[in-house]
Nanobody
Framework: QVQFVESGGGLVQPGESLRLNCIVSGNTFNTYAMAWFRQATGNERELVAGITKDGIANYIDAVKGRFTISRDNSKNLVSLQMNGLKPEDTAVYYC??????????????WGQGTQVIVAG
């Protein structure tokens, strides 16, 4: 079972930045497509950004131009650089891995996530 440890969340003011990191267990990280998801209180979990094993990234429209997903296969690490944060970005953020980038219901195991709060 692959395990995910997300970190980097916090409380920031609108317009500020955060960098989220996710460490993935195991030795097959470089074969996975990785994705970041988020879930705001009262809302369903949603896909935010994904990156293929070859490094091709895609984003939902709401974060294009503000968020950047990246990966470091040598460290089993996937990151999400979030700039220009808005109150509507407030959510718990999760990473996950798969053969391809999918929707939340396609994933079985999840980490604890990291809380991002944009307020002020």
């Amino acid at each position: 079972q692959v395990q995910f440890v997300e970190s980097g969340g916090g409380l920031v003011q609108p317009g500020e930045s955060l960098r989220l990191n996710c460490i993935v267990s195991g030795n097959t990280f470089n074969t996975y497509a990785m994705a970041w998801f988020r879930q705001a209180t009262g809302n369903e979990r949603e896909l935010v950004a994904g990156i293929t094993k070859d490094g091709i990234a895609n984003y939902i429209d709401a974060v294009k131009g503000r968020f950047t997903i990246s990966r470091d296969n040598s460290k089993n690490l996937v990151s999400l650089q979030m700039n220009g944060l808005k109150p509507e970005d407030t959510a718990v953020y999760y990473c996950n891995a798969g053969i391809s980038i999918g929707q939340p219901h396609e994933y079985v195991f999840w980490g604890q996530g990291t809380q991002v709060i944009v307020a002020g």
